[in-house]
């Protein structure tokens, strides 16, 4: 953990800045969420490293997606991914957000959640421990030095293949697509 | 002059972060966890205002603008030690007509937001000025009569010669109406009402992301260090050195942080039930007292 | 107490049979038209808390069967202590090509949220129900999905392995 180092702060305090206050939204996805109190209460606690859970969605800027994911719980989830505010990060709890996991075969909920948001990194398990939600920050703070956590990038330039999945699923959705074109918003 | 406001502005910004910083760390450390470092509100808002923030409109905007102008205004009213830049001009008068500047800039700025849970924020929020301005206000009129002045800083001066305010016997009721009307003025538990991040999903904040939030913190770090300093200011004696003056505000602060992390949260009618009960009738009595002195 | 009332339901209707298993549980096997009659029986001696409605599909024998499940509610009746308490369940079975029954819902209010489950996940029409549109489900499927023959890895295979992965050479042409 560099925090305490002065001149990587006066060189870049940006990518720090995004580093050490992850906000992560409250959103309880499925059968994970029974992992997310243990970690930030007092046992495991999670706020030493920065993240705290806010309240609304405006406010975050790191989405936990814990556990299988169905077709209702999917509209929401990628309402909720893009009220954020850029740039935001995802992680993928779980095996049932990598590849199905326990509902492989099921008719009911999503395989694969690359295909519809973008994801940054997953975590595997079913459910995973907090001390593997932690290795996982620490994970993501490397990516985030060397630019790696790119999801929101990827869904700005790839808005139409993202979107054109979410039509394939649902028919008509309900929302107006985000971007008009390329980054323009 | 010009250096003197704006090493008043930076003093009082470190002071609030430092504050806010120094609550988040003394709950954790009550709960029995570590917690987050001294500097996580600026590391808070460092990256807050690094972020592609969304905006509702025109009125979105001016209305956090104006309770952040509101918060600055009243800045220069209040001694710092021996400075106090606004000196000549108005003192707790003008104090009394500022104080409703913030709340009404943030109610503006979330109606502007058309989210129901804002306007039961803004709503609360209001409710809650109203509750403390009224013991607030026969507070300082009761000040106001004792030491025959409107200016903070004659009272500083006369509280050098004559002790502090909390121990002059006939303004003893009004302090402490003082004492328990401070965590509903500083909007910390029992009296955190207006954030709400379980109940309405954070109030008048629900709608503000990026920019929009590290204002608003700003805002929240600024009001905190107004409220303390008025308050060491006007019964704590407030120094004539800086640094006494930064311990008697310590002080205090630590002392309403223990009272907010063993509280729970009220309703809003409870709030109100109590705040025009008790504080109200022992401020009522403290004025009375003073003014029949006076009259003797 | 239960012998009372197994006589007393023997004698009321036919093509009944009873089984009384576990010292508190009575099974009931009737035919489709006499479900009303012994639900309103059942209620009239004290069994007011239907528990669940649920439904079993019998696909070799080509008969859908379901289950309603009745118990006391203790503290009404003083002569139903824990040790006679006492659930009964009721089974019928009906066709399974054109499967139709009456709603209970005359006589126990609390069926409607069961019955309408039942209807999106089986397929099974109740005659007599205010509302029998969807409730869990986000899309229609020709078959329902609970019954046996739906075939999930056919339907996953053709609804969600045929969207794309969001691929870099393709997305950046």
């Given amino acids: 953990m560099d925090r305490n180092q002065i001149s990587k702060w006066i060189k870049s305090p940006v990518k720090m800045g995004h580093k050490y206050s992850l906000h992560a939204v409250y959103f309880c996805t499925g059968c994970g969420i029974i992992e997310i109190p243990p970690s930030i209460t007092a046992r495991w606690d999670a706020e030493r490293f920065g993240v705290i859970p806010v309240a609304t969605s405006r406010q975050a800027n790191l989405f936990l997606i814990t556990g299988y994911v169905s077709l209702k719980t999917l509209k929401a989830i990628i309402r909720t991914y893009e009220q954020m505010a850029e740039p935001k990060f995802t992680v993928g709890f779980g095996s049932c957000p990598i590849n199905g996991g326990m509902y492989w075969d099921s008719y009911n909920t999503i395989k694969h959640l690359d295909k519809y948001i973008p994801v940054d990194g997953w975590i595997a398990g079913c459910m995973p421990r907090p001390e593997a939600i932690f290795v996982a920050v620490t994970h993501l703070w490397t990516l985030i030095d060397r630019e790696m956590a790119d999801g929101y990038k990827r869904y700005r330039k790839n808005y139409k293949f993202y979107r054109s999945n979410q039509e394939k699923l649902y028919g008509k959705l309900e929302w107006p697509p985000l971007f008009q074109k390329d980054g323009a918003k | 002059m010009a250096l003197k406001l704006l090493l008043t502005l930076i003093i009082a910004l470190v002071t609030g972060l430092f504050f806010l910083g120094l609550s988040r760390k003394m709950i954790a450390r009550i709960q029995w966890r570590y917690g987050p470092p001294l500097i996580q509100p600026l590391i808070d808002i460092i990256k807050l205002l690094s972020q592609k923030s969304m905006t509702h409109g025109g009125l979105f905007n001016f209305g956090l603008v104006l309770s952040l102008a509101g918060s600055v205004i009243l800045l220069l009213f209040i001694p710092l030690g021996e400075w106090c830049i606004m000196n000549k001009s108005g003192g707790l008068l003008v104090i009394i007509y500022l104080m409703l500047l913030a709340p009404f800039g943030t109610a503006l700025s979330s109606g502007a937001a058309a989210n129901p849970n804002a306007s039961i924020g803004i709503s609360r929020k209001l409710l809650m000025a109203l509750a403390y301005e009224v013991p607030l206000l026969l507070i300082l009129l009761t000040l106001m009569t004792y030491y025959n002045t409107i200016s903070i800083s004659g009272i500083i001066v006369k509280q050098q010669n004559a002790g502090w305010s909390l121990t002059i016997l006939p303004l003893l009721l009004s302090g402490i109406a003082y004492i328990l009307i401070l965590p509903a003025v500083l909007g910390i538990r029992p009296f955190a009402i207006v954030k709400a991040p379980q109940e309405i999903a954070s109030g008048p904040s ?73 504080p109200a009738l022992l401020a009522l009595a403290g004025l009375a007292v003073v003014v029949i002195l006076d009259k003797i | 107490m239960n012998h009372s009332m197994k006589n007393q339901l023997l004698s009321l209707f036919t093509e009944i049979q009873i089984d009384i298993k576990k010292d508190n549980e009575m099974i009931i096997n009737a035919a489709k038209n006499a479900i009303i009659g012994i639900l309103s029986f059942c209620k009239s001696k004290g069994y007011e808390h239907l528990a669940l409605v649920s439904c079993v599909d019998w696909i070799e024998q080509k008969k859908f069967e379901l289950v309603y499940i009745l118990s006391p509610y203790p503290e009404q009746e003083p002569e139903f202590s824990k040790k006679e308490k006492t659930n009964i369940i009721l089974k019928t079975r009906i066709d399974r090509e054109q499967p139709e029954i009456v709603s209970v819902i005359n006589i126990f209010k609390n069926a409607e949220p069961y019955e309408r489950e039942i209807h999106e996940l089986f397929g099974i029409n109740f005659n007599g129900h205010p509302r029998l549109t969807p409730l869990f489900l986000e899309r229609t499927y020709k078959i329902p999905p609970f019954r046996k023959n739906f075939d999930t890895r056919e339907y996953v295979k053709k609804v969600f392995d045929e969207i794309p992965f969001i691929d870099k050479k393709e997305a950046s042409k």
């Fill in chain 2, 206 to 278: 629900v709608e503000y992301s990026g920019k929009f939030l590290a204002f608003a913190e700003i805002q929240h770090a600024f009001q905190t260090y107004i409220t303390i300093a008025l308050f060491v200011n006007l019964f704590l004696g407030g120094a004539s050195n800086p640094g006494y003056f930064f311990l008697k505000m310590l002080v205090v602060f630590v002392a309403g942080i223990l009272i907010h992390t063993v509280f729970p949260r009220f309703r809003i009618e409870q709030a109100i039930k109590y705040l025009w009960r008790w």
